[in-house]
T-cell receptor
Framework: EAQVTQNPRYLITVTGKKLTVTCSQN?????MSWYRQDPGLGLRQIYY???????DKGDVPEGYKVSRKEKRNFPLILESPSPNQTSLYFC????????????FGSGTRLTVV | SQKIEQNSEALNIQEGKTATLTCNYT??????LQWYRQDPGRGPVFLLL?????KEKRKERLKVTFDTTLKQSLFHITASQPADSATYLC????????FGAGTRLTVKP
């Protein structure tokens, strides 16, 4: 089944403790992206990647890192999480970055206390 | 500033009627416009894409129009069913993807 898999689904952590949210897609998509979704603010792009070893900032990149060493994986790293990073996170992929629908993962609900 | 506005936070309609959702944008020149469905706590699901040179697109009970002069897209669900209840998001590619905040549709039996 074609899908984007995110893990974990839920995560509660403490301020400052480094964490990684994994994202993997099995569709050989070139484009991958991370979004956060907050009430009243909608989906906001954190980082995106046009292909392996190519990443770029979205609208809200502060406090996040990403890497794209393989085509299928695009992990999101929070080096020192803070409470304002409590949110619902989605990974998405697309054949290319333009003109195709995105396939989203099921989401990761992160709480930073 | 750039804005994407979906004109209703919530829309309630009776089963069998046509639901019409609106997406207006300012200071964008999108090459593509997309519509997604999102259920609570789940990831958005792609429904339809329409290109800037297309006026209308259909898929089963769904119809999307795109008016680049008015800077507006309309999303219609005909013969609506309670299972259509969800939040619907519009998204613009210009060239990065930007999403509206969504309209929560409730279809009552």
């Amino acid at each position: 089944e074609a899908q984007v898999t995110q893990n974990p689904r839920y995560l509660i952590t403490v301020t400052g403790k480094k964490l990684t949210v994994t994202c993997s897609q099995n569709m050989n998509h070139e484009y991958m992206s991370w979004y956060r979704q907050d009430p009243g603010l909608g989906l906001r792009q954190i980082y995106y990647s046009m292909n392996v070893e190519v990443t770029d900032k979205g609208d809200v990149p502060e406090g996040y890192k990403v890497s794209r060493k393989e085509k299928r994986n695009f992990p999101l790293i929070l080096e020192s999480p803070s409470p304002n990073q409590t949110s619902l996170y989605f990974c998405a992929s697309s054949i290319t970055g333009e003109g195709y629908g995105y396939t989203f993962g099921s989401g990761t609900r992160l709480t930073v206390v | 500033s750039q804005k994407i506005e979906q004109n209703s936070e919530a829309l309630n309609i009776q089963e069998g009627k046509t639901a019409t959702l609106t997406c207006n944008y300012t200071n964008y020149s999108p090459a593509y416009l997309q519509w997604y469905r999102q259920d609570p706590g789940r990831g958005p699901v792609f429904l339809l894409l329409i290109r800037e040179n297309e006026k209308e697109k259909r898929k089963e009970r769904l119809k999307v129009t795109f008016d680049t002069t008015l800077k507006q897209s309309l999303f219609h669900i005909t013969a609506s069913q309670p299972a259509d209840s969800a939040t619907y998001l519009c998204a613009l590619e210009s060239p990065d993807m930007r999403f509206g905040a969504g309209t929560r549709l409730t279809v009552k039996p």
